[in-house]
């Protein structure tokens, strides 16, 4: 791992997630992990088990009509709600999306959009989050909520 200075850093260890800057965080994924979120322009400001913040460009992500596409929010709000039970899990547990759902209360044609998710439920093979995305106003755009199931590491082959 480098930092911004390009120096190489030592590899954090999975044992202490909870202590991580995003940066270290984004380090421990497996190589290739995130070109979606690339992609999307997706950028983490804020990272726990409890709650995932981040921004989106709707530049890029819009449907035909030019508005931000529903798919899009619904890649922000899996990353966020993957990212906190993947925090909850470690180190012992892979976290695993099993159900993910979206009401879009209104539509975005440009700017940024930002995504927070709060946990709603951390168990030992379960965590919950409800993700709020919302425009520059403040104004709710989408509302999810996002399952994921913590299987212990040796269970997947």
């Known amino acids: 791992m480098t930092d911004s200075s390009g120096a190489s850093q030592a590899r954090p260890d999975p044992a202490d997630v909870a202590d991580l800057t995003i940066e270290q965080f984004v380090a421990l994924m497996p190589e290739g992990m995130g070109r979606l979120n690339d992609t999307m ?30 798919g899009a929010s619904v890649v922000l709000a899996e990353t966020l709600g993957s990212v906190g039970s993947a925090l909850h899990a470690a180190p012992d547990r892979l976290s695993v999306g099993v159900d993910i759902n979206a009401t879009h209360h209104r539509a975005v044609r440009s700017g940024t959009v930002t995504g927070v998710a709060t946990a709603v439920h951390l168990g030992r093979t379960m965590a919950s989050y409800e993700v709020v995305i919302t425009d520059e106003r403040g104004k709710r755009v989408c509302t999810s909520r996002i399952t994921c199931a913590l299987v212990p590491l040796d269970r997947i082959s």
């Open 41 to 70: 322009g997706i950028v983490l400001t804020e990272i726990s088990a409890q709650r995932v913040v981040a921004t989106m460009p709707v530049e890029g992500n819009t449907q035909p009509y030019g508005l931000l596409h529903g």
